[in-house]
């Protein structure tokens, strides 16, 4: 990658994952438009995608930079000596390896996606805390249990699926040797 790249790519990276989610949400839903030449967004779901796909673009790609350097030159150097061209290499070689030693951040990510959308109400998009909410306002109901019962919602949303694919990872990278362990 050219270093004009990788200077965009870093500084991409640096400031979605270090301005908080919350404060993205709302920057994106009130703030996009003052001067900057574009309309605002009017649709708090479509800012609060907007928004929360940054951040986690810019998790991702850390997670990918990660997997790729966790496989190593000698990959390469090793598909080349075979006569793989460079881009056949990437494809059949790397590509695949990458994806399997990113898959459990990949599952990480997933689970800090799905709990950072519960932001999204605070700009009026009727997720599981919003919904939350609206029970609570309604006596004489304790909030404990409704906070308690999204809670649970959002575990049953993250944990299967992010401790498939953590297993899953383990297991792939055993097979293919890139892990100590039974096979």
Request: glycine share 10%.
């Amino acid at each position: 990658m050219g270093k004009q790249y990788q200077i965009i790519v870093d500084v991409y990276e640096k400031i979605f994952r270090g301005i908080p989610e919350l404060v993205l949400i709302l920057f994106i839903y009130f703030g996009v438009g003052l001067g900057l030449g574009f309309p605002p967004f009017k649709h708090a779901f479509t800012a609060a995608t907007f928004a929360l796909g940054l951040r986690s673009g810019a998790h991702q790609s850390q997670i990918f930079r990660g997997a790729i350097r966790g496989i190593g030159e000698e990959q390469m150097m090793a598909a080349r000596s075979l006569g793989l061209s460079r881009l056949q290499a990437i494809f059949r070689v790397m590509v695949p390896q990458t994806f399997i030693i990113a898959t459990p951040g990949l599952g990480s990510e997933y689970s800090l996606l799905v709990k950072d959308s519960s932001y999204a109400f605070i700009i009026g998009v009727p997720d599981i805390m919003f919904w939350t909410n609206r029970v609570i306002a309604t006596p004489p109901l304790d909030p404990v249990f409704p906070y308690f019962a999204a809670a649970f919602l959002y575990i049953l949303l993250t944990f299967p699926l992010a401790t498939y694919l953590d297993m899953w990872g383990s297991r792939k990278k055993k097979q293919l040797g890139l892990q100590e362990g039974e096979g």
